[in-house]
């Protein structure tokens, strides 16, 4: 993306990242049935840490965390802990009360209750009373997505810098995939690796798909998406979708971009993703990395010779 492009639009930064928490997180059963999938640790760390962690790098102030009733756990994982502190305090453990202490002192989180999921789309509107009155716009982050590197939410942030509207991100995949995602059809832009979104389908069939573009969990939205999501109908599953909103804008014609992200993606919301992240994080992690590099050499040496 060229970075000089002459804003049109003045700058806001972000303020207000949305993540919605308050699925069911029915792949991840049984493990589900007690902790929220959110929860789950990616190496050490869980889910909602990992993204309070990116929403804090890109500037926002606020987390508003969409939790389901039985997920107020979540919650509980930004609060200050003053026991265990000074337990490991007084132990010297002082590596140990920094890992207690970092998410709390990350950002400002902000529980929002979704009573019901009745789909992304319906989480997202649920936090239109948290924005204030002056934020035109404001990011949704899904926690079951991990994107790298993290400055992804930067570049949308310029992009609607320079075009308006809302912006998203996209990542490659190859036609035989593209029926588990939200697909884009696009158009190309003057601007280096940004894409006009002219529609969207969900999850479609083969030869539907009108791009290899699908969506990740990074949204950058306009404030006139609440609108859209009041005008909208249950799609899919009888959810309130997120998707229809946005191609109501761009039916009515709003401006709708997406970044193609260049760098790396997990999904946590899964088994089959959540352990490669782990596997991909873990080996870099300076503690684990090395012993797990060796490990996984065995491993996969000895399920080879089991296939022999
Ligand atoms: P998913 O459909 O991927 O999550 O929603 P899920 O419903 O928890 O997963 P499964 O299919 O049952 O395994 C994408 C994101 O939207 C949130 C989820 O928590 C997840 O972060 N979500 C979804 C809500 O907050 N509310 C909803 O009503 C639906």
Redesign the pocket.
């Known amino acids: 993306m060229s970075r000089d492009s002459s804003p049109k639009y003045s700058f806001q930064s972000t303020k207000t990242v949305v993540v919605?928490?308050?699925?069911?997180?029915?792949?991840?059963l049984p493990a589900t049935k007690t902790v929220p999938?959110?929860l789950l640790p990616v190496v050490d760390t869980p889910g909602i840490e990992l993204i309070a962690e990116e929403a804090a790098s890109v500037g926002a102030e606020r987390l508003a965390v969409?939790v389901a009733p039985s997920k107020q756990e979540i919650m509980r994982h930004f609060e200050e802990f003053p026991e265990i502190v000074e337990m490991l305090s007084a132990r010297g453990k002082d590596e140990q009360v920094a890992k207690v202490q970092r998410a709390q002192k990350l950002i400002h989180p902000v529980a929002v209750e979704?009573e019901k999921?009745?789909?992304?789309g319906?989480?997202v509107g649920l936090a239109e009373d948290v924005l204030d009155d002056d934020e035109d716009f404001f990011a949704v982050m899904?926690?079951?997505d991990i994107v790298l590197p993290a400055t992804v939410m930067e570049d949308m942030a310029r992009v609607r810098q320079a075009v308006g509207g809302s912006v998203l991100c996209a990542f490659e995949v190859s036609r035989e995939e593209t029926c588990n995602y939200g697909v884009f059809d696009v158009e190309d832009t003057n601007i280096d690796g940004v894409k006009k979104v002219v529609g969207m389908v969900e999850k479609p069939e083969l030869e539907e798909a009108p791009s290899n573009l699908v969506a990740t969990?990074r949204y950058l939205l306009d404030r006139k998406i609440f609108d859209a999501l009041r005008r909208i109908e249950p799609g899919k599953g009888g959810?309130l979708q997120l998707t229809d909103a946005i191609e109501l804008l761009i039916k009515e014609g709003e401006p709708v971009h997406v970044v193609v992200h260049k760098g790396k993606r997990h999904d946590l919301?899964?088994p089959g993703g959540f352990i490669p992240a782990n596997v991909d994080i873990g080996l870099r992690h300076p503690q684990y990395g090395r012993a797990l590099y060796a490990s996984l050499k065995r491993i996969i040496s000895d399920y080879e010779s089991e296939l022999k």
């Open positions: 919605p928490a308050a699925g069911m997180g029915t792949r991840f999938k959110e969409i979704q999921p009745l789909g992304l319906h989480a899904l926690p079951d969990g959810e919301g899964n």
